[in-house]
């Protein structure tokens, strides 16, 4: 058994298929040869893990909606959850890519782990059997399950996070695109937060929105304003601060300043 196998404690009986599924799709584009990749199985992945939560949740919230369901594992299968489950894995360090994808941090990128995660779930369930993967996959995901928050996520975090920052500052946060890759009909994009020349926090997606959304939901996750919050405060309140310091160190001044106009005239 390679390390891989052993982690997931399954040793493959068509090692062909481990192979495809960690093999990323750049390694074929730089080679600039046909070379088989993970995103057949990648599809078929995705629909074994669709089907493994939506079983488990199920079960498991019987007194929840259709909807409520439906977030809940919305949330499991996200590109960031799945990424999560990958990481545990340390997935990234398995994968095949092309130099440029690699040199460019495609080894710990959200999307090539997700992708990679499902991909490696489709081999596995054509190598062996659907209960042989639910086994794998709600053992690796325990941890996840047991602290899922069963509270819907914020709806439109973006507003969430302007209403936040509002409250503390006039200055409005920024969604720069610092990095995009990938080909025309498939690109990636990083935007990261900044506000008062602090980053709050960063997200990936397909489009420049997803990317922006994602970024934040990171920065309601990390809440670093709460460690620069005082100090904009003290900023924007500095003037009338050092005005009441000065009074209070000058008792005489701060009492004649409250002595009637008519008394200073009949003086």
Same mark, same amino acid.
Do not use: C
């Given at each position: 058994?390679?390390? @891989?196998?052993?982690?997931?404690? !399954? /040793?493959?009986?068509?090692?062909?298929?481990?192979?495809?599924?960690?093999?990323?799709?750049?390694? %074929?584009?730089?080679? *600039? #040869?046909?070379? +088989?990749?993970?995103?057949?199985?990648? +599809? $078929?992945?995705?629909?074994?893990?669709?089907?493994?939560?939506?079983?488990?949740? +199920?079960?498991?919230?019987?007194? +929840?909606?259709?909807?409520?369901?439906?977030?809940?594992?919305?949330?499991?299968?996200?590109?960031?959850?799945?990424?999560?489950?990958? *990481?545990? $894995?340390?997935?990234?360090?398995? $994968?095949?890519?092309? /130099?440029?994808?690699?040199?460019?941090?495609?080894?710990? #990128?959200?999307?090539?782990?997700?992708?990679? !995660?499902?991909? @490696?779930? =489709?081999?596995?369930?054509?190598?062996?059997?659907?209960?042989?993967?639910? #086994?794998?996959?709600?053992?690796?995901?325990?941890?996840? @399950?047991?602290?899922?928050?069963?509270?819907?996520?914020?709806?439109?975090?973006? =507003?969430?996070?302007?209403?936040?920052?509002?409250? &503390?500052?006039?200055?409005?946060?920024? !969604?720069?695109?610092?990095?995009?890759?990938?080909?025309?009909?498939?690109?990636?994009?990083?935007?990261? &937060?900044?506000?008062?020349?602090?980053?709050?926090?960063?997200?990936? =997606?397909?489009? /420049?929105? *997803?990317?922006?959304?994602?970024?934040?939901?990171?920065?309601?996750?990390?809440? @670093?304003?709460?460690?620069?919050?005082?100090?904009?405060?003290?900023?924007?309140? %500095?003037?009338?601060?050092?005005?009441?310091?000065?009074?209070?160190?000058? %008792?005489?001044? /701060?009492?004649?300043?409250? $002595?009637?106009?008519?008394?200073?005239?009949? *003086?």
């Amino acid at each position: 058994m390679n390390p @891989l196998e052993q982690r997931i404690k !399954y /040793k493959f009986r068509n090692s062909l298929l481990l192979a495809e599924a960690l093999t990323h799709p750049s390694l %074929g584009h730089e080679t *600039q #040869r046909h070379h +088989f990749d993970n995103q057949r199985l990648e +599809f $078929l992945g995705d629909a074994v893990l669709q089907l493994i939560f939506t079983e488990y949740l +199920f079960d498991h919230y019987p007194d +929840f909606t259709e909807g409520q369901l439906t977030k809940l594992r919305a949330r499991l299968v996200s590109r960031e959850g799945l990424r999560v489950l990958a *990481q545990n $894995l340390e997935l990234g360090k398995y $994968l095949m890519m092309g /130099k440029g994808e690699e040199t460019s941090g495609g080894r710990d #990128r959200a999307s090539a782990l997700a992708d990679a !995660y499902e991909a @490696l779930m =489709g081999a596995m369930y054509l190598d062996s059997d659907y209960v042989t993967v639910r #086994r794998i996959v709600l053992t690796e995901s325990r941890e996840v @399950l047991e602290n899922l928050d069963v509270n819907p996520p914020e709806a439109n975090p973006k =507003g969430k996070l302007q209403e936040i920052l509002q409250a &503390i500052s006039p200055v409005s946060p920024t !969604y720069p695109i610092v990095h995009q890759s990938g080909p025309e009909h498939q690109k990636q994009f990083i935007s990261k &937060i900044l506000w008062e020349g602090i980053e709050l926090g960063k997200g990936e =997606g397909r489009s /420049k929105k *997803q990317a922006e959304v994602n970024a934040a939901h990171d920065a309601l996750g990390k809440k @670093l304003w709460l460690q620069t919050a005082p100090t904009d405060a003290a900023k924007t309140a %500095g003037a009338p601060v050092q005005a009441q310091d000065s009074a209070a160190q000058d %008792g005489s001044t /701060k009492f004649e300043s409250n $002595l009637p106009i008519t008394s200073r005239t009949g *003086q």
